[in-house]
């Protein structure tokens, strides 16, 4: 033990009354206390870019539209898609992002053929292997009145 120890530990049996809370109050400042550190540290956030040419631009109202049109083909066709081979997955990403560009073209036309929208999107449905008829007509109704409502009811 080094000296500072036996003396509080003399001082605490010679006045056991009084000794023992100047030993701790002597102990304490003879002793550094370290810093409290946090219990759980937290990385700092990381922001993922997926294209590494992709900016960080806004989009432009064009570009805006494709990605809300991609939006809606790709809504509830998760559980799909990641079943699917990752050959097939790719070539049906490709094909989705064809079938938007194609759709918000025909978007821009004066006069719109629902029929050709629905078409579009039935093809590009179809990439999906052994999809039912029933769930591929179901599909392709809700997906063209969604964009039909989004984009020309406004």
Known sequence: MNNATDK??????????RGLESAVERSAESYPIPEAKPLVTRP??????????????????????IKE?????????GDLYFQLPPQEQQR???????TAQ????????????????AGLIRGWLQLIPGVNKFFLE?????????????????
């Not at 509080?8 to 009354?17: I, K, Y």
């Not at 049109?69 to 066709?77: F, Y």
């Not at 194609?102 to 929208?117: P, T």
């Open 44 to 65: 700092a956030p990381v922001t993922i870019q997926t294209n590494p040419t992709q900016s960080s631009k806004p989009l432009s109202p064009v570009a805006a539209r």
């Open 138 to 154: 179901q599909e392709t109704k809700i997906k063209t009145d969604k964009i039909v409502d989004r984009f020309l009811r406004r």
């Open 8 to 17: 509080n530990l003399n001082e605490v049996l010679a006045s056991p009354e």
């Open 92 to 98: 049906f990403k490709v094909e989705g992002e064809k």
């Open 69 to 77: 049109i991609e939006n809606v083909l790709e809504e509830d066709l």
């Open 102 to 117: 194609n759709i918000n073209n025909l978007l821009s036309d004066l006069k719109l053929k629902v029929s050709r929208v």
